[in-house]
């Protein structure tokens, strides 16, 4: 059975994260036995995240990177192999299908955690969409592991 974790975090990240990064996700794999893990695709930290995920699959080949879209945009066709080389999969809930744009990120943030055991998060203000899915992570009772 698939075990997700998902990532969350601000767009600016004006550091490397990635030894941060690399121990959360071998955390999330060899404590939680996580399987799949999800990113947003939006800025800096999902950007850092993904590569750090495909890092880890050189230890641990099984896992796989999921590409999480609020909706569907004209860049999936025109970068289709790009995305398909970079994800093992992307997917756009069907929940999220007559969800108005300006709230599809927040009801998408909202999806990710539903789905997931595990959250890693690089939180550094308290306020944002980063932060107000972390905050959702908690009250589900979710494992977060910040770094």
Known sequence: MEKICSFFGHREVFKDLSEALEQAINEAISAYGITTFYVGGHGEFDKQAARAVRAAK???????LVLILPYFTNKLNAYKEDYESYY????????LADVHPK?????????MVDESKVIICYIQRDFGGAFDAVNYASKKVRIVIKI
Do not use: M
């Open 88 to 95: 093992d999969n992307i997917i756009i809930p069907i929940e």
């Open 103 to 111: 709230s599809a990120i927040t009801k998408r943030n909202r999806w």
């Open 58 to 64: 050189r230890n641990y080949p099984q896992i796989k």
